[in-house]
Structures are given as structure tokens and as C-alpha cells.
């Protein structure tokens, strides 16, 4: 079983940044991928960014490109999204997700585990 833990998140002014973690524990060798998720009141759940672990390849939804990024730290099990210029519509739930395998990337049925999420509200 792999665990996750997401932190970070909070309330910011619209054009503000946070900086989101997610770190990976117990059978962390099953991970290959690590994605993040959001889901608004109301909407369903949407892939936002991924990485592939082992190669760093990155994915982004249309949504985010140039405002979020995707990082890891591997040493650390960790996954990072970094998020500026935030708008109020990023407001959601965001969740980390982890597999081992995870295709189509940006798709939440494709990853088998998932953190408890954290909550990230901008405002205008």
C-alpha cells in the first residue's frame, strides 16, 4: 500500500501563489507517476497537473499552463505543485494521487492511490 499526505494548502488573494506537498509513503517502488487533482462543489474532479517519477516528465491541464508547476523531490517521496497567479476559479478541494502506472495521465481513474486532499480557496 502507498499512503499520501497533501499540505499546504489555504487562502490567498487572487494573483497569489501556494505551494502545495504531497508525500509518499509505505510501498513507495509500486509509485511511477504522481498526479494532482482538484474538485470544485458541484464538479467533478479534474486532472490538473502529473510527473512520471522516474523520468520527470510533466503533463498539465490547459487551465494551469504557465501558472502551475509540478515538481518532486524523489530523495524526499515527495511531489510539490506550485501554483501562482491563482484566479478565484482555482478554487477547490486539491487531491494527490499516486500509481503505478497512470494513463491517460491527466485521468483520476487511472491512479489507484490517493491522499485526503487540501483545501485551496482564492479570493477575488
Known amino acids: 500500500q502507498v499512503q499520501l499526505v497533501e499540505s499546504g494548502g489555504g487562502s490567498v488573494q487572487a494573483g497569489g501563489s501556494l505551494r502545495l506537498s504531497c508525500a509518499a509513503s509505505?510501498?513507495?517502488?509500486?509509485?511511477?507517476?504522481m498526479g494532482w487533482f482538484r474538485q470544485a462543489p458541484g464538479k467533478e474532479r479534474e486532472g490538473v497537473a502529473a510527473?512520471?517519477?522516474?523520468?520527470?516528465?510533466?503533463y498539465y491541464a490547459d487551465s494551469v499552463k504557465g501558472r502551475f508547476t509540478i515538481s518532486q523531490d524523489n530523495a524526499k517521496h515527495t511531489v510539490y505543485l506550485q501554483m501562482s497567479s491563482l484566479k478565484p476559479e482555482d478554487t477547490a478541494m486539491y487531491y494527490c494521487?499516486?500509481?503505478?502506472?497512470?494513463?491517460?495521465?491527466?485521468?483520476?481513474?487511472?491512479?489507484?492511490?490517493w491522499g485526503q486532499g487540501t483545501q485551496v480557496t482564492v479570493s477575488s
Open positions: 509505505g510501498y513507495t517502488a509500486r509509485v511511477n507517476c
Open positions: 494521487a499516486a500509481g503505478p502506472g497512470c494513463y491517460p495521465v491527466l485521468s483520476s481513474w487511472a491512479y489507484r492511490y
Open positions: 510527473i512520471y517519477t522516474g523520468g520527470g516528465s510533466t
